[in-house]
Nanobody, 121 residues
Framework: QVRPVESGGRVVQPGGSLRLSCGAS????????MGWLRQAPGKGLEWISK????????AYVDSVKGRFTISRDNAKNTLYLQMDSLKDEDTAVYYC??????????????WGQGTQVTVSP
């Protein structure tokens, strides 16, 4: 099964910034909508953002709008999540999600192993 690989998670102070990366192989990166999910301690998996194949269209869950920015570099087969003004409630395992095609309104079909982000003083 094709799985993206996340990196960049670490401990960061409230109000701080962090950039996550996701490397993709085994599939045509530019032919897939990509996104990010997260799972906070004791909670279910939450969708937080996605980006179109060209990068021209993005979407975010309300709780991260204005603070997180998703982007992609198709030449490098890499997805990014820039996280600013981090809050305690952003503490979670973050997963890179792959979608089956460039079709916008379908569900993701796989995700990686995750990277831990901890927001703590």
């Amino acid at each position: 099964q094709v799985r993206p690989v996340e990196s960049g998670g670490r401990v960061v102070q409230p109000g701080g910034s962090l950039r996550l990366s996701c490397g993709a192989s085994g599939f045509t990166f530019s032919g897939s909508v990509m996104g990010w999910l997260r799972q906070a301690p004791g909670k279910g998996l939450e969708w937080i953002s996605k980006i179109s194949c060209t990068g021209g269209n993005t979407a975010y869950v309300d709780s991260v709008k204005g603070r997180f920015t998703i982007s992609r570099d198709n030449a490098k087969n890499t997805l990014y999540l820039q996280m600013d003004s981090l809050k305690d409630e952003d503490t979670a395992v973050y997963y890179c999600a792959k979608y089956p095609s460039c079709k916008w309104s379908v569900r993701h079909d796989s995700w990686g192993q995750g990277t831990q982000v901890t927001v703590s003083p």
